[in-house]
């Protein structure tokens, strides 16, 4: 079992920057794929990001293709998500989620088993 931790959110202006962490404690992080998603107002929880791993291998929504990055440190047990060129629409409660498959990054809250408490992330235009 692992445990998650996200920080790292608060307010930014559209067009700026923000860096989410995910800090796991428990079993051996490299062993889990990681992913980090979204939830607005009034609408569904939804995919932003994954990392297998190793890290060798990433993949992204298309609303954040190009500006945001994800990453990972496993001596740290730790994700991170960068995220430039904010806009008003990226906010949302953003959460990271992950599950002890090593090889693959699912795009559904189904594919995923453990799950941090999220942070606010608010875009002002």
């Known amino acids: 079992q692992v445990q998650l931790e996200e920080s790292g959110g608060g307010l930014a202006q559209a067009g700026g920057s923000l860096r989410l962490s995910c800090a796991a404690s428990?079993?051996?992080?490299?062993?889990?794929?990681v992913a980090w998603f979204r939830q607005a107002p009034g609408r569904m929880r939804e995919f932003v990001a994954g990392i297998i791993g190793s890290g060798g291998s990433t993949n992204y929504a298309d609303s954040v293709r190009g500006r945001f990055t994800i990453s990972r440190d496993n001596a740290k047990n730790s994700v991170y998500l960068r995220m430039n060129t904010l806009k008003p629409e990226d906010t949302a409660v953003y959460y990271c989620?992950?599950?002890?498959?090593?090889?693959?990054?699912?795009?559904?809250?189904?594919?995923?088993?453990?799950w941090g408490q999220g942070t606010q992330v608010t875009v002002s235009s």
């Open positions: 428990g079993r051996t992080f490299s062993g889990y794929s």
């Open positions: 989620a992950a599950e002890p498959v090593q090889w693959r990054i699912g795009t559904s809250e189904s594919d995923y088993r453990y």
